[in-house]
């Protein structure tokens, strides 16, 4: 195995202060991450200090927030990827850093790391090494004494997402020894991408209406034909954000979790998302990268739009597909994940005064938001509501029951427990494209209280129209230019 080498003073991540630091003083050598993370051609842990009570040192650059990951009132985890700066091999790896609260009361005092580093901090970690379900990581073997030591010794930026070439890249174990070693090179497959910040190209959901949801996994596709496991993170805003129905790039942790085990841990790669937010994703025809696809977006690609002769175009014009030209393949793209502006269903807020209730209806996505407050029984009715697997979702409700059996109408009752909430989803629970008045919303704040029946309010944002005319407007210039698609 390599020795490991000495850090020096190149790290242009860290601050000047700790280069001044470094400068002025020999440095340490250090465990390096790659050789950390070696496997063998079970893809089981194969480093010299694994299982034991030696312990390792290592540097890099954290990828995640603590709390946007799990609930730091019980766990703790964050990812390091290596330094980019240090020389190859060891510029790549990554590797989690896990604890938990759960063992050995009263000794396991909690929390014992700290909650307030971010992604693109440096640390110093010192710790004991473990194997779980495919990767090797730092952890506390379930003993509280065998805590790991994480020291910030700098400040930076996350670094430069490594661009998998496609799925079919990546969602395998590639067992190649070219030197006989009995060890995978690791030079393609999962090994070669895990634990690191990851990006991959073109990639879509395989089924939009899915497990779309926080703390589940979809199944992402892309030009390649292959398929890969996507984790919605736990702590995330899946459970309300409507899922991409077009093409998107996708930057997040690239992680292992085979759970399977048996004879090999060659399974189960995943990228890991924490948010649906444009750190993660990046929506193709979102050419200012605001999260939303809209009248701006479509008015750029029309300014720019070339047909397929074109060249020298960028993402910021509508080439989203990388050919150096805005087309129609671009514009489709577009069309597919328009969301209007705010990014994806983001009805008005609803303000509402005591013994009142109001409603929203987004005819580009069939969703309903409610607002009410000190209301026992509300009911929307029309024709067009969906009773399906996409909802209602009540969950928000302090009490009451549900009534939901009826095509026409949905609703709950909740006999002298009013209920009082703000802007409260209950899903995708309408066809889309209907007229406004065409829903209605029933409220009553008791049981002697009036009835007060008004429309759901609908959001401004002619979708369907928007989508017409970019489609009307592409068709015609092709006509006029004679451009291919």
Known sequence: MPKPHRTGTSLTLLTAALLLSLAAAPAAALDEIWDIEAVNAQGEGIHPDLQTTNAVTFQGIVLNDPDAMLDTAFQWQIYVQALPTNPAPYDRGGIALYANAWYMPPINTWPRYPNDLSPGDIVEVTGLVGFYNGKTNLNERHNPLDAFTVTKIGSGSLPDPQVIPSIAACNYFDSTDSNGDGLPDRTTGGEHWQGQWCRLEGVRLVDPSAGWANGTSVAITDASGGTLDMFCGYLGNFDTALPPAGTFNLTAIFDQEDTDGGAD??????????????????????????????????????????????????????????????????????????????????????????????????????????????????????????????????????????????DDFLGFWAMNNPQTFSDESIGFVAAAGLAEGNLTLTYQAGFTSPQVTLPLTVVPEPASLVLVALGLTLVALRRRTGASP
């Open 265 to 406: 841990y060659h399974d189960l790669y995943r990228m890991w998302p924490l948010t649906y937010s444009t750190t993660h994703f990046l929506l193709w025809g979102d050419t200012d990268s605001n999260g939303s696809v809209d009248l701006t977006d479509a008015g750029t690609l029309l300014g720019q739009y070339t047909g397929a002769a074109g060249s020298g175009k960028v993402w910021s014009h509508g080439d989203f597909n990388g050919d150096g030209d805005v087309d129609l393949q671009d514009a489709g793209a577009l069309l597919l994940n328009f969301t209007g502006a705010g990014g994806g269903p983001q009805p008005a807020s609803l303000p509402v005064s005591p013994g009142t209730a109001a409603g929203a209806y987004d005819p580009a996505t069939g969703e309903i938001v409610l607002s009410a407050d000190g209301i026992e029984y509300l009911m929307i009715s029309g024709k067009g509501l969906l009773n399906g697997a996409e909802g209602p979702d009540w969950s928000f409700l302090t009490g009451g029951f549900v009534d939901d059996d009826c």
